[in-house]
């Protein structure tokens, strides 16, 4: 049985002082409910997360308590993902026709606090002050930028067309665009990395309608099909955040096995997508996931970049929403968000942050600590 | 004298006129990991061997932390005191890439594929008096 995306909602990203994260997470399913034409009652199962603003099936609470299967998911970043593949497996599997899938969060300012023990590390590691994801960015594009000759001016130019897609779309945090200059000449956070490279915890829910393909249409004239949904955590001898020690020799990371794996599930191939949101939770992440995800060869991203391909007009359109940069990262809606983004183009309904061409395929891409990715692939 | 507490047990050789960062290394598979663990990541296998990890490697990425990380960060700076620095992974041949502080933070003086030394100093002093004792690396 495949599966079709009928409803998509989204509560606005970034702050927003007078709703709680659950608040958001409602708001955001009530929309989704209304764009598929359906209520909550209606909904068979539901799966949700979020990081710093409860469990999930404290929705139930704001959309009523109607006694289904509500199953809360953490999976760090890519919770979203999690929920979604759970939601997939439920109507695949003939257990259920129709459900919900929310993500939500609300979380403090600064970077994400992190505690050694959750990971199974010592409190040495935090102590000295290296448990923190940001540097472990900083040092991965270090080492690619030193073997594949991506440029500092890239890293700028990855977070200017970030910030001018925000500046289109209403649901983005960061509305403004800014400049490559001021964004290298910000301040150095993690060499080689400044403050406008790094996304930051923010707010914000994203809820979607999931149902059997075979009745998509009663629901909606514009359903779009999951095609792959896939999950990966790392393997040995991958390049992983808070590690205090790696592997000699090193394997693919978690990003390539989702990627491969999806592919393979979908029966397309990278060249075969028409839009990609990849994780930017800095600017040089968007540029390895291009080509970790299969999008191009170690080192081409620099031409890419520097030729405009990933605009919203370009031939490989990335982040056409600001991705991570221009929404920050409430945890728990952060990979939905992605999703989200992607029915929108699909269905042609993007507005000023449309793709040309009439896209067909969709790409979206997470990843996070401790080293896990999750993949979708959508069509129209 | 003042008292030199390891920030950790079995993280190195503590006290040694050499001290050493220690590893763990597989008994089935060769692997090695830092810090000491009981079992191995790479073949699930259980039993290891303790052994003195290199004190000489090449650096094999960095960067410079700009500002003072929130707790579990403890220094014994303040914000008024906090100074950069530097982390990065350094290869330590025949055995793994272990993370470290560097005593390096001007990123005019790192550069990928420099020699590093592994040293021990003082991190910080707890209240009660102590020196508490980390590792580092440092360029040759
Ligand atoms: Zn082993």
């Known amino acids: 049985m495949d599966v079709a995306i009928v409803g998509i909602g989204i509560h606005p990203f970034g702050r927003t002082p ?5 608040q958001q997470g409602a708001y955001a399913a009530r929309e989704a409910l209304k764009d598929a034409g359906v209520q909550w009652q209606d ?9 710093s603003s409860g469990n999930a099936d404290a929705l139930g609470n704001e959309l009523g308590l109607t006694g289904i299967p509500f199953i809360n998911v953490a999976n760090g970043c890519a919770t979203g993902g999690s929920s979604l593949i759970a939601a997939w497996h439920a109507i695949k599997s003939g257990e259920h026709d129709i459900g919900l899938v929310a993500g939500f969060d609300k979380h403090d300012r600064g970077a994400f606090n992190a505690d050694p023990k959750a990971l199974g590390l010592g409190d040495w590691y935090g102590e000295v002050g290296m448990m923190m994801t940001t540097q472990f960015f900083a040092m991965k594009i270090q080492k690619y930028m030193h073997d594949h000759g991506i440029s500092a001016n890239t890293l700028a130019k990855v977070a200017a067309k970030a910030f001018l897609n925000g500046s289109l779309n209403p649901n983005a945090w960061r509305r403004q665009p800014i400049s490559e200059t001021e964004i290298a000449g910000s301040m150095m956070i993690n060499d080689p990395l400044t403050k406008f490279m790094f996304c930051s915890p923010a ?14 249409r009663q629901y909606t004239d514009t359903p779009v099909y999951l095609k792959s949904a896939v999950l990966k955590s790392r393997r040995f001898g991958s390049f992983e955040v808070f590690a205090p020690s790696q592997a000699l020799e090193q394997v693919d990371g978690p990003t390539v096995d989702a990627a491969n794996a999806a592919f393979e599930m979908a029966g397309v191939g990278p060249g075969d997508m028409d839009v990609l949101q990849l994780q930017d939770t800095e600017s040089g992440a968007e540029v390895m996931h291009m ?23 370009g031939r490989m359109p990335v982040n056409t929403d600001g991705g991570c940069l221009a929404n920050g990262e409430p945890i728990g809606a952060s990979g939905l968000r992605q999703v989200y983004e992607n029915v929108l183009q699909l269905r042609g309904q993007a507005g000023q ?5 009439n896209p067909r395929l969709g790409y979206t891409h997470v990843y996070g600590a401790p080293g896990i990715s999750a993949v979708t692939i959508l069509q129209r | 004298m003042t008292e030199k507490r ?4 079995g993280l190195f050789t503590w006290p040694s006129p050499q001290p050493a960062l220690l590893a763990s290394r597989c008994r089935q598979c060769g692997v090695a990991a830092f ?5 191995c990541m790479a073949c699930s296998g259980q039993e290891v061997d303790v052994e003195e990890l290199p004190r000489r490697g090449t650096l094999w990425t960095w960067t410079i932390q700009q500002f003072m990380p929130k707790p579990p960060y403890n220094s014994g700076e303040t914000p008024e005191t906090f100074q950069p620095y530097g982390v990065g992974y350094v ?7 272990v993370e470290g502080r560097l005593t390096e933070n001007d990123p005019q003086k790192l550069r990928i594929g420099m020699a590093m030394d592994v040293v021990f100093d003082a991190y910080r002093r707890d209240p009660d008096g102590a020196e508490i004792v980390s590792y580092f690396f440092k360029p040759v």
Do not use: Y
């Open chain 1, 18 to 22: 007078a709703r709680s994260g659950l």
């Open chain 1, 43 to 51: 909904m068979q199962f539901a799966f949700g997360g979020s990081a």
């Open chain 1, 203 to 216: 707010e914000g829910g994203v809820a979607l309608v999931l149902c059997r393909a075979d009745r998509a």
């Open chain 1, 291 to 313: 080509a970790e995800n299969g999008f191009c060869e170690h080192g081409e991203q620099e031409h890419l970049l520097q030729s405009g391909a990933t605009h919203i007009g």
């Open chain 1, 353 to 357: 942050h449309q793709m040309p061409g």
């Open chain 2, 6 to 9: 390891p920030i950790a047990e």
């Open chain 2, 35 to 39: 810090p000491v663990a009981e079992s």
């Open chain 2, 91 to 97: 290869e330590l041949p025949g055995g793994v890439r």
